[in-house]
């Protein structure tokens, strides 16, 4: 790890007295590897320590595109709009997404379902059942994003101008994973589940992707909690290629990208 540490501060909290270290470390030719830009931002609990790569970049914010799933989950559950066995119908038309027929879309499905497939559909159904008011007055408790609602379509995550940087995203889920968010429990430790991609021998990891088109740019996200040797690392990652010259493996290479970058901070074996 010292081969990448670029700066390290040492600042305290107003009025704690308390010391929060953050360090930049230098990832650029990962990056490069995969030929995108953009950053990851990695919050060390035990440590209390922040990682950046690019910290300007952590605390840019662009759109969460279906990261806001988490939110989305969380919200609808706490509204009763809708159960965790709840199955919505399926429309019978074909779904798609970047011209590519998603199979797992056309289909009948439940919240557990829809979010491992990131199932647009069923979280747009979701967002017409609960009024923009309370996803605002939500979203100003959760101090997430932008608060920037305006989208007039449903879909308003993937649209519009609502955003949230990849350092807003670690604070928030870092309270989520601390079970300290306004929601009652059950529905909390019900979203981490649905977060769970893997685990090993080496470590358990959680999170969420996403992947969002503004601007001419396409916005890729992972972003959750990587558990190791009985640690625990809030992380976000954020890949941004311009819209025209789009790598074939942009799905997969935000989840490849990040365990390359927990692999050189040495938090996880090679």
């Keep these: 790890m010292v081969n ?42 035990h440590k209390d320590q922040w990682i950046y790569s690019n910290e300007a970049d952590a605390n840019l914010a662009t759109i969460p595109a279906s990261t806001f ?24 038309k074909d779904k798609m997404f970047k011209g590519n027929r998603i199979q797992s879309w056309n289909a009948d499905t439940h919240l557990a379902a ?3 497939n990131s199932t647009i559909w069923f979280f747009v159904e979701l967002s017409k059942r609960i009024p923009r008011a309370t996803y ?20 308003f995550w993937n649209y519009g101008n609502m955003a949230v940087s990849p350092k807003n995203q670690v604070v928030f889920l870092h309270k989520l994973y601390q079970g300290q968010l306004p ?15 893997e685990t090993n021998e080496a470590y358990q990891l959680s999170g969420k992707s996403g992947w969002g088109s503004k601007d001419g740019q396409e916005i890729g996200w992972l972003v959750g909690v990587l558990q190791s040797n009985q640690q625990a690392y809030v992380y976000a990652t954020r890949v941004v290629v311009d ?28």
């Design 243 to 270: 819209s025209e010259q789009v790598p074939k493996n942009f799905g997969k290479l935000r989840s490849l990208l990040t365990i390359e970058a927990f692999q050189q901070l040495n938090l996880i074996p090679q």
């Design 4 to 45: 990448f540490v670029r700066n390290f501060l040492i600042f305290f909290l107003c009025g704690a007295g308390l010391p929060v270290m953050a360090a930049e470390v230098n990832l650029d030719p990962l990056f490069s590897k995969y030929h995108v830009k953009g950053s990851i931002v990695i919050y060390d609990v």
């Design 69 to 92: 799933k988490i939110v989305n989950a969380l919200i609808a559950l706490e509204e009763q709009a809708v159960t965790y066995e709840e199955v919505m119908a399926w429309d019978g």
């Design 183 to 197: 929601f009652q429990n059950q529905h909390m430790e019900r979203v981490k589940s649905l977060m769970h991609i």
């Design 114 to 116: 829809a979010f491992k």
């Design 136 to 155: 605002a007055s939500y979203l100003k408790t959760l101090d997430y994003g932008n608060l920037d609602l305006g989208e007039r379509g449903d879909d």
